[in-house]
């Protein structure tokens, strides 16, 4: 049964999130996620931006950051590209083709064309993009990943019922309980925690899942779901709904007309919680989505020290200096990015365990009691 629910509940989070994404074609990329930094794959688009730059040499850092945290209709591995399916609804027809036809942005498609990796119109107009871009099929790839494990444990747990966990059991047994007992159990009370266990071990692995994903800096890694704006929205907004679905009447109460205050600052203090509603969805939301895509931004600036020093060296030796100082950052920066990719998912589901906790709480006041 547990299977089946996390089945449902990372679906859910696919077709919401997938939704989101594909209105993001005409947003900016500052709000997009992002490709985790590897010296091979920078050095393999570095020529790209010098070219696009005018000038053989020339390295525009922002340019690159900005392309590499930015969603794509295609995967970039080195010199080489792997096209994805493009799948645009218009004017009431679904056009279907693959990325290759535009020849990584040189050339025009039945009226479409590629800008900074995305599908847009020539002429400029609106439409909407289905398509399977990077970060889609980072979350498809998650999905089917953390299905395949859950239904695997759970088929051991039938075979084997009470005897000590083997394999994938043995690994993914005391994360489970972690996630039941010391993140529902601690913040929702004993007696209600098990309806939402489900929930919370799947947020906890699907932001894990996806998180770790977008450490891999080569293919089928790269499309670090969580530095996407848009998807922490969506998880934010289930949580959200969630909590307030669930919510007692002490909770209600407690925020249009909170006992043990002065009558007079009621009205005030309605107001406050009311807004409170919303601030604790949205802090969940930006937390999220900046750690995720701060860590990553600056892996990618130190992997351009290597090309900055590379220029004002001229030559091998500007490069191998760059490369000396650069690598021990960046790996000190990949293993802090790998402890974040943990703690992110456990702050996430904390929070939305406690919001919960506070929503499905009963609460005795002493002028109730009087």
């Given at each position: ?68 945290i930015a969603d794509a209709n295609e995967f970039h591995v080195g ?292």
């Amino acid at each position: 049964m547990l299977s089946i629910r996390t089945l449902f509940v990372i679906i859910g989070f696919y077709i919401s999130s997938s939704c989101i994404l594909a209105q993001e074609h005409h947003s900016t990329t500052a709000t997009a996620p992002h490709e985790p930094a590897a010296a091979s794959h920078v050095e393999g688009t570095a020529a790209a931006h010098a070219t696009h730059e005018g000038g053989e040499g020339e390295f525009n850092v922002a340019e690159m950051i900005l392309h590499h945290i930015a969603d794509a209709n295609e995967f970039h591995v080195g010199p080489w590209t792997i096209p994805l399916p493009c799948i645009i609804y218009k004017d009431g027809k679904l056009d279907m083709f693959s990325s290759s036809v535009f020849e990584h942005g040189h050339k025009e498609y039945n009226g479409y064309k590629l800008e900074h990796g995305r599908v847009k119109t020539v002429d400029g107009s609106k439409f909407t993009d289905l398509s399977i871009t990077k970060n889609v099929f980072t979350m498809l790839l998650a999905a089917l990943v953390l299905c395949l494990i859950f239904f695997s444990v759970a088929a051991a747990y039938r075979k084997r019922p009470g005897q000590a966990p083997k394999g994938l059991q043995s690994v993914f047994e005391p994360l489970i309980a972690f996630v039941s007992d010391d993140i529902a159990k601690a913040n929702i009370g004993e007696k209600k925690y098990m309806r939402y266990v489900p929930y919370l071990l799947t947020l906890f692995f699907f932001i894990l899942a996806n998180n770790l994903l977008g450490l891999v800096p080569f293919f089928p890694g790269g499309g670090n779901v969580t530095g996407n704006i848009a998807v922490t929205l969506v998880l934010s907004v289930i949580t959200f709904i969630m909590v307030n679905v669930s919510g007692s009447k002490d909770y209600w109460g407690h925020i249009f007309w909170m006992p043990g205050v002065p009558l007079i600052l009621k009205p005030l203090m309605a107001i406050l919680e009311f807004i409170g509603i919303f601030t604790k969805p949205f802090a969940l939301m930006i937390r999220l989505f900046a750690n995720i895509s701060a860590g990553h931004i600056i892996i990618l600036s130190l992997v351009s020290l290597i090309f900055i020093f590379g220029k004002m060296g001229q030559n091998a030796v500007g490069v191998a200096g760059g490369v000396a100082v650069t690598v021990p950052f960046v790996l000190f920066m990949n293993a802090i990015e790998l402890f974040v990719a943990f703690l992110q998912a456990y702050i996430f589901t904390m929070l939305s365990a406690l919001f919960i906790g506070m929503a499905v709480e009963e609460h005795h006041h002493a002028e109730e009691h009087h």
